[in-house]
């Protein structure tokens, strides 16, 4: 069993500043992943940023420049950092950790609102 667990959502105005975490636990033994996904009403879920085992990063075109993903020593926690933040940015965001074999594993979701 593998659990991840968010926090660091809320309520911002634009321009604003959130910091979401979200740490796995389990029976993890490598990940070759962890990433943010978001979901807005009506929408479908897709990638904001993801961070491999290597390090290596990638972002949604959306927010480039604004967020930035790290995984501190290549623990089990991932950050999320949102600064500049837009309405448009509102939506449920999810935790995901790709593990071998077991495939990707996905948290609860916290919901981020940005106010105009």
């Known amino acids: 069993q593998v659990q991840l667990v968010e926090s660091g959502g809320g309520l911002v105005q634009a321009g604003g500043s959130l910091r979401l975490s979200c740490a796995a636990s389990g029976s993890i033994f490598s990940i070759n992943a962890m990433g943010w996904y978001r979901q807005a009403p009506g929408e479908q879920r897709a990638l904001v940023a993801r961070?491999?085992?290597?390090?290596?990063?990638n972002y949604a075109d959306s927010v480039k420049g604004r967020f930035t993903i790290s995984r501190p020593n290549a623990k089990n926690t991932v950050y999320l950092q949102m600064n500049s933040l837009k309405p448009e940015d509102t939506a449920v965001y999810y935790c995901?950790?790709?593990?071998?074999?077991?495939?990707?594993?996905w948290g609860q979701g916290t919901q981020v609102t940005v106010s105009s």
């Open positions: 961070i491999t085992s290597g390090g290596s990063t």
């Open positions: 995901a950790v790709d593990i071998p074999i077991n495939g990707r594993k």
